[in-house]
């Protein structure tokens, strides 16, 4: 891991791997809450951790430096988000091809599979959740469909997510929930937020 100053008060975090960065974030959120990280966002990425809003760079950066992060892969103590998916996906069958199996198979496994938010972006409240090997990463739209309904669960690259209101999208579609992802009003408003560990459960 690297550390590098952004502007005045942000600290940049460069990781090797989204494993380092679930680790460092999770670590940078254990510090933040024992007081012994003074800063005001932090936000992870697909290789990266910015601390924005931090007082003193510098002297951050050099405690940072001395710190180990501790295993955050494995998701033990976090949360778990179990979501009703049904799986009526447009695409499952290119994701079928894709994989070298039948619908059923993409289907179960996507049921056995525990995901896990590495960050969020692209809208509000929209997770990129891991979880899949590498070798079952799937390519994006060549066009993207101009309207993906809200609530479509998705693939894209090493990537499952679900869009948490309807936006254009190029991802490729397995099904859908009722679930909300995403309310002004609640605190927080995405439900599910970095860390976190979902299911994509059966919906009844």
């Known amino acids: 891991m690297r550390i590098r100053p952004v502007g005045a008060h942000a600290l940049l975090l460069d990781c090797d791997d989204l494993d380092q960065v679930e680790a460092w974030r999770a670590e940078m ?110 390519p994006r739209l060549r066009t993207p469909r101009t309207r993906v309904p809200a609530g479509s669960v998705a693939l894209a690259g090493p990537y499952a997510g679900i869009y948490p209101a309807a936006s254009p999208g190029g991802w490729l579609l397995v099904g859908r929930t009722d679930l909300p992802l995403f309310d002004v009003h609640a605190d927080p408003p995405a439900r599910l937020t970095p860390g976190t560990r979902v299911r994509l459960v059966d919906a009844p």
């Open 29 to 138: 959120w254990r510090r933040r809450t024992t007081g012994e990280l003074a800063a005001e966002e932090i936000v992870p990425a697909a290789l990266t951790v910015l601390l924005d809003g931090v007082p003193d760079p510098e002297a951050t950066a050099a405690r940072i430096a001395r710190w180990h992060p501790r295993d955050a892969t494995t998701g033990a103590g976090a949360a778990e988000v179990r979501v009703p998916t049904r799986y009526d996906g447009e695409d499952l069958p290119a994701v079928a091809e894709h994989w070298g199996v039948d619908v059923p198979a993409v289907v179960e496994r996507l049921r056995r599979t525990e995901f896990r938010v590495a960050f969020c972006g692209f809208a509000p409240g929209f997770a990129y959740l891991t979880g899949l090997p590498p070798e079952l990463a799937v």
